[in-house]
Structure formats: structure tokens, C-alpha cells
């Protein structure tokens, strides 16, 4: 399954509130200044993670405490340390979200995410039900726990999260594709078309679900609909994984049709969130 963006914007309410414009009073507001300084940490952890997490340390000295620690988390998931990442930021879910169950849910995703990438899909389904605990039937939430199923091959469970998102929101096209590629796993051909096709009513032209629609047709038998396929992602979005993928699939047809294989259709390598 691919998951363009799993790493969701982190909803940490008064940890990263923005305030309107601030009187002289409320400037002076040490918890403002907390918020603002983590804000800009953040921001920094995103395109200099080395320079953020010094920055962090450097706070953290000056008494930022468990904020100044959020930002070093942050930081370490974008250096690609994500074993580190992600035990910080499951240890800082109960600190910081003790009071406030949306944050505690948002940095658990975090962390859910980071031992994800580190190859730990036990780990990240863990913190993905812990944040669903204090979030309970949050879309995105379900939607990233159904991709850590699947990740571990755990493909009907997947699909429960997924039945359970498009349940609260039917409008979500990532939702129908994510399903879509669970039930392509378990060989049922029919209801990923069908998935497919839902997809594609919301976002049409989606290269990614057109790739995935050729790749299911080639499977069950019907090459000619997944050359077509293939050939439109080709011209739709040349440079994009989707489109590669559907380049290797057309040359791979045109090599072994006359050898009389069929060829494995390929699939575009899992894109990680770019930011958070």
C-alpha cells in the first residue's frame, strides 16, 4: 500500500497555537514565547534538522524542557533517525498530551510514524491504537493505522480500519486506493476495481489510482486494459513514481509478450512524507 504523506500536521493545539497579533502585555507571556520558539524549531527541524536539534539542546539548557524535547524529536525523525524519534515521542505523548487528548493523539501519530520508518510495524500499530484510544474514529488516525497493517501484511485488518474511515467520510479518495491495493494483496480482484473506480469518481486522472487499476487488470488476466493504463499514467505524469512504474510495466510487456509471460506488473516504491 502507498501512503503519499502519512506524517500528519501536527494538531498539537497550544503547543503550536499561532496567536493573533499580541499587545506588549501578552508578548511578555513566557507561554507564548514557548509556543512561538517551538514553532520555529519545528519549522527548522523540517530543512536543517542538525541546526534545529542543536538549537533544541541550547534550549532545553535555557529551560525549554519537554518542548525543547519535542523539537529534538522532530529534528532526529528528520536527520532519519527514527528509532530515536519515535521513543521520544511516545515517552513525550504522556507528558505533553497528559491534559489534552488531541495532542496526546497527534504526537502519538507522530511516533507511530517514526517506528514505521524504522521498520517496526508492531511498534507503530501500538501507537496508532493508543492514539485512536484518546481520538476515538479519527479518520486519518484509521487511515494511517490501516497502512501500518498492511505494512504488515495484516491486509483485513487494514481493510476494518479502512471500512471504518470511509464509514465517518466517504469523500476520501486515499481511503478507497489504500483499500483498493489491500484487497489487490488478498487476490480480489473485483472489489479493487471497484475501489479503483470510487477513487478515481473523487480525483480523476489520479495517476496513482490509474496505475494501480492496470496493475489489478494485468493480474486478472486482462493485459490489453492494463497497457492502456499504463500508457495513460506514461503520458499523464512521466517523472512522478507512478508514472515510472507504469514506463517499467510497458517495457517489461513489450520483452516478454513475445516470449509468450506474462509479466508482474510493477508497483511505484512507497513515497514518504516529505514533510511533516
Known sequence: MIRRNAYRTLAVLSLLATAPALTPALAADPALDRNRELKDCATQAETAPDAAFDRALRWQEA???????????????????????????????GVLGKDDPKA????????????????DQKRAERLYSAALDRQPGDVDLLIDRAFARAEAERFWDAIADLDAALAKDPT?????????????ALSNYRQALADIGHA???????????????????????????????????????????????AVNLERVA????????PAPEAPKAEKPKSP
Open 255 to 262: 520483452r516478454m509478450t513475445g516470449a509468450g509471460t506474462a
Open 104 to 119: 496526546a493523539a497527534s504526537i502519538l501519530a507522530r511516533g507511530g510514524w517514526a517506528w514505521l520508518r524504522a521498520g
Open 172 to 184: 476520501r479518495a486515499d481511503a478507497y486506493l489504500y483499500r483498493a491495493s489491500a484487497q489487490k
Open 200 to 246: 478515481l469518481e473523487l480525483k480523476p486522472g489520479d495517476p496513482e489510482a490509474i496505475l494501480l487499476r492496470g496493475n489489478v487488470k494485468a493480474l486478472s488476466g486482462g493485459l490489453a486494459g492494463a497497457r492502456e493504463d499504463w500508457a495513460l499514467v506514461a503520458r499523464l505524469a512521466p517523472d512522478s513514481e507512478s508514472g515510472k512504474a507504469a
Open 63 to 93: 529551560g525549554g524542557g519537554d518542548f525543547a524535547r519535542l523539537c529534538q524529536a522532530l529534528a532526529l525523525f528528520h536527520k532519519g533517525d527514527f528509532k530515536a524519534a519515535g521513543g521520544r515521542l511516545e515517552e513525550l505523548a
